[in-house]
């Protein structure tokens, strides 16, 4: 990347499209539009000819997505991807404490699609599809007041027992007396609570871990590990000073395929880098190629955990040209992962 800007943007994006593809069963809120003019059974691509939603021109894709969904130990998140405002369907992302402004957001990036639309008099039925998105941002607005209300009820469940006001309460709310002591019970007007996403290589303070090989390098500590994620997968990652570093879940190895690895370092082409992962049962050799030509091997070490076999090479990226690994007479070599970077920092 030329840059940290578009790093970023190159992440975001990244970030963004994954969560957009979290199953349904577990967003808290989603919208899934597609053009209300096209056969749903037509393939979702975009033609040469198209020039996106602006102008009128043809859609043959996705029009509008967006999701709202919890991860599991990294917060609440909103993502959406757009097809109305062009530019080959620009995504956005962001991060949130509680789920009510996460809700605001997708419902305010939802209205200014809607606003787009209108005021483009873009696609085929413009009123039509700007009509669907304000519903749902009003939908999600609703889930928000809904469940402030509910909470504010909760809160003043006491005072409202105590003073005996249930049914002026519920006269002002406009529900029943019954409703209310369901929203007192919790059963009514609550958070949507939908599943918990957990990414893959999710570790929690009470998993299991079996520390593989622990190295000191340039004045930190690295450890490799080995565990089992929230969704039972199995992980090899590496720690930094007691902390988790970087992970990879169910890496798959082949006869051709020896070595599977991932990679971590602090920042492109400068200090140290872990490259880690899983090693082909066959594989009798590891060793690293520095730029001075020396050869320095590295272990491999079985996992009784997972019951497979881990590696990890900590090195100054500066002073490392190649990982290979030797299995009878084959090598495979990890230069083609990494090489680039590795180059010399900008």
Not at 175 to 181: G, K, Q
Not at 278 to 287: G, I, K, M, N, P
Request: charge should be neutral; include cysteine.
């Amino acid at each position: 990347m030329p840059g940290e800007e578009p790093a970023r943007g190159f992440l975001d994006d990244w970030q963004a499209a994954h969560l957009l593809h979290t199953p349904w069963d577990e967003r808290v809120a989603h919208v899934f539009l597609l053009d209300p003019g096209r056969d749903p059974g037509a393939p979702q691509v975009r033609t040469a000819a198209d020039t996106g939603l602006r102008g009128g021109g043809s859609v043959t894709g996705i029009l509008y997505e967006s999701a709202v969904v919890q991860v599991e130990g990294n917060g609440i998140w909103a993502a959406s991807y757009d097809g109305t405002a062009g530019d080959n369907g620009p995504r956005s992302l962001a991060r949130f404490g509680e789920l009510g402004a996460a809700l605001d957001t997708f419902a305010a990036w939802a209205e200014q699609a809607a606003g787009r639309v209108e005021h483009d008099q873009a696609g085929r039925y413009p009123d039509l599809v700007a009509g669907i998105l304000r519903y749902r941002a009003a939908d999600a607005r609703m889930t928000t007041a809904r469940g402030k209300l509910g909470d504010a009820v909760r809160r003043h469940q006491k005072r409202l027992r105590d003073e005996r006001s249930i049914s002026p309460a519920a006269h002002a709310i406009g529900v029943s007396r019954e409703f209310l002591y369901r929203v007192l019970a919790g059963e009514e007007w609550r958070w949507p609570r939908g599943p918990r996403v957990r990414p893959p290589g999710a570790r929690l303070p009470d998993t299991p871990v079996t520390v593989l090989a622990s190295y000191t390098v340039d004045g930190h500590q690295y450890a490799l590990v080995s565990y089992r994620d929230t969704a039972d997968a199995r992980c090899v990652g590496v720690d930094r000073d007691g902390q988790p570093w970087a992970a990879l879940s169910d890496v798959q190895v082949t006869d051709r395929d020896l070595l599977a690895p991932g990679m971590s370092m602090a920042t492109m082409g400068q200090g140290v880098a872990a490259v880690y992962g899983r090693a082909h049962d066959s594989v009798t050799e590891l060793y690293a190629v520095m730029t001075s030509g020396e050869r320095v091997s590295w272990p491999i070490h079985d996992d009784p955990r997972n019951n497979e076999r881990y590696f990890a090479v900590i090195a100054d990226c500066q002073a490392l040209t190649d990982i290979v690994a030797a299995a009878d007479r084959r090598r495979a070599s990890l230069r083609r992962h990494f090489a680039i970077w590795f180059r010399p920092a900008p």
